[in-house]
């Protein structure tokens, strides 16, 4: 089973866009529109941000959204705020209808 | 509003066995593809295993294939994972979850003597 390529950390500022890259193969993230982005605090669950490329769940905030071009996939935060900070990670369906993760992003809000 | 509370984690000994389970409420639980994910202490987000929405077909990662067995009762709302010949590695909290709808707060399991 696959792994997708996440950044260790990415920082920003309080108002500041920020932007989580998230790269796989033909096999997962450039053969499927099935691309979600998780955003997780210390000792909480995964809390779904972004599914099918660039849908939001009911109740996650409009500053999120998510893109695909090829065999990478994107996550922008914009307007960062000190409760972003947290760990993302990215996923995708793949063609062993298994689910590929990345290893996960850890957001500095400075 | 959807919700997905598993149970059944614990401590158990190397070669033991846990059955979770997963009681899903709030949407059409038998429409959706279900999963189950796992984190290690201290390390990202692992695939275990997925099932299709009538369980004609199950999916698992190596690591657990022949060890670990994935249901569901779809009158009865639940996931389930059996997790049969249990090993240290497999210490982790597992999640229940949907591709679109979210996941579950988490059941710790525990493999060690």
């Known amino acids: 089973q696959s792994a997708l390529t996440q950044p260790a950390s990415v920082s920003g500022s309080p108002g500041q866009s920020i932007t989580i890259s998230c790269t796989g193969t033909?096999?997962?993230?450039?053969?499927?529109?099935?691309v979600s982005w998780y955003q997780q605090h210390p000792g909480k669950a995964p809390k779904l941000m972004i599914y099918d490329v660039n849908s939001r769940p009911s109740g996650v905030s409009n500053r999120f959204s998510g893109s695909k071009s090829g065999n990478t996939a994107s996550l922008t935060i914009s307007g960062l705020q000190a409760e972003d900070e947290a760990d993302y990670y990215c996923s995708s369906f793949t063609t062993s209808s298994s689910w590929a993760f990345g290893g996960g992003t850890k957001l500095t809000v400075l | 509003e959807v919700q997905l509370v598993e149970s059944g984690g614990g401590l158990v000994q190397p070669g033991g066995s846990l059955r979770l389970s997963c009681a899903a409420s709030?949407?059409?639980?038998?429409?959706?593809?279900m999963t189950w994910v796992r984190q290690a202490p201290g390390k990202g987000l692992e695939w275990v295993a997925s099932?299709?929405?009538?369980?004609?077909?199950?999916y698992y990662v190596d690591s657990v294939k022949g060890r670990f067995t994935i249901s569901r009762d779809n009158p009865k709302n639940s996931l389930f994972l059996q997790m049969n010949s249990l090993r240290a590695e497999d210490t982790a909290i597992y999640y229940c979850a949907t591709r679109i709808l979210g996941w579950g707060q988490g059941t710790l399991v525990t493999v060690s003597s």
């Open positions: 033909n096999s997962d993230v450039g053969g499927y529109n099935f």
């Open positions: 099932m299709k929405q009538d369980g004609s077909d199950k």
């Open positions: 709030g949407f059409t639980f038998s429409t959706y593809w």
